[in-house]
C-alpha cells in the first residue's frame, strides 16, 4: 500500500541548513509528483515546494531562495534542503503525494517535527 | 498568493447538528481548463491532515456522505449534515488552481 514516511535531525541550529527525506513505497516517484507542507506549532498550513514526477521542482516563493527539493527514484526518496534557517521554519515538516487524476494530496506521512533553537 | 479566508475559526456543535463552514477566496478558482481546484481536508488532532473533498464537491474515497462540498468562483462551503465525534478536528480548505498552493487559515470544530 501507499506510505511515505519523513526522516530529519529534529534540532537544528539557527542559520545552518535543515536536511529531510521522505522514504515512500507502493508507488513511484516516476508517475506521481510528492510535495512538502509544514505546519508550524499551534498553526495553520503552509505549502512548502513539489517535485514532480517527471523531475521539475516548484517552490514557494517565500522560501524559493532557500530551498531545494530533489529525489533518487532509485531509492524511492525525497529530499528537502532548507539553508538559512530561522526559529520561524520552526515546524512539523509533512510530505504527500498528489493523486494525479484528482489533482489532490491523497497520502501523507506522519510527519517530522523540526526546532530550531541553538 | 490567492489568500483563503475561512469563517467561522471555530465552531461548537453538538451531536447529531448540521454545520457549515465558508471559504472565501481572494481571487477565482475557476481554471482555464473548467475545473476548480478548491479542496476541503480534515486534521484530527496529532494526526496529518485526510482528504474530504475534491474539486469542489466530489467526495474523497471512503469519506461518509455526511459530507458535502459546494460553491463557485470564490465563494465555498463545507456542510456536515449530522456531526458525529470522529468529526471534531480542524478543518482547511485548500486550493491549487494558482501557484502556490495556499491553505485557509482552518476552522475548529469542538463538541458543545
Known amino acids: 500500500q501507499v506510505q511515505l514516511k519523513e526522516s530529519g535531525p529534529g534540532l537544528v541550529q539557527p542559520s545552518q541548513t535543515l536536511s529531510l527525506t521522505c522514504t515512500v513505497s507502493?508507488?513511484?516517484?516516476?508517475?506521481?509528483?510528492v510535495h512538502w507542507v509544514r505546519q508550524p506549532p499551534g498553526k495553520g498550513l503552509e505549502w512548502v515546494g513539489a517535485i514532480w514526477s517527471g523531475g521539475s521542482t516548484d517552490y514557494n516563493s517565500a522560501l524559493k531562495s532557500r530551498l531545494s527539493i530533489s529525489r533518487d527514484t532509485s531509492k524511492s526518496q525525497v529530499f528537502l534542503k532548507m539553508n538559512s534557517l530561522q526559529t520561524e521554519d520552526t515546524a512539523i515538516y509533512f510530505c504527500t503525494r498528489m493523486y494525479t487524476l484528482g489533482w489532490y494530496f491523497d497520502f501523507w506521512g506522519p510527519g517530522t517535527m523540526v526546532t530550531v533553537s541553538s | 498568493d490567492v489568500v483563503l479566508t475561512q469563517t467561522p475559526p471555530t465552531s461548537s456543535a453538538t451531536i447529531g447538528q448540521s454545520v457549515s463552514i465558508s471559504c472565501r477566496s481572494s481571487?477565482?478558482?475557476?481554471?482555464?481548463?473548467?475545473?476548480?481546484?478548491l479542496y476541503w481536508y480534515l486534521q484530527r488532532p496529532s494526526q496529518s491532515p485526510q482528504l474530504l473533498i475534491y474539486l469542489v464537491s466530489k467526495l474523497g474515497s471512503g469519506v461518509p456522505n455526511r459530507f458535502s462540498g459546494s460553491g463557485s468562483g470564490t465563494d465555498f462551503t463545507l456542510k456536515i449534515s449530522g456531526v458525529e465525534a470522529e468529526d471534531l478536528g480542524v478543518y482547511y480548505c485548500v486550493q491549487g488552481t494558482h501557484d502556490p498552493w495556499t491553505f485557509g487559515g482552518g476552522t475548529k470544530l469542538e463538541l458543545k
Open positions: 507502493g508507488f513511484s516517484l516516476t508517475s506521481n509528483s
Open positions: 481571487q477565482s478558482l475557476l481554471d482555464s481548463d473548467g475545473n476548480t481546484y
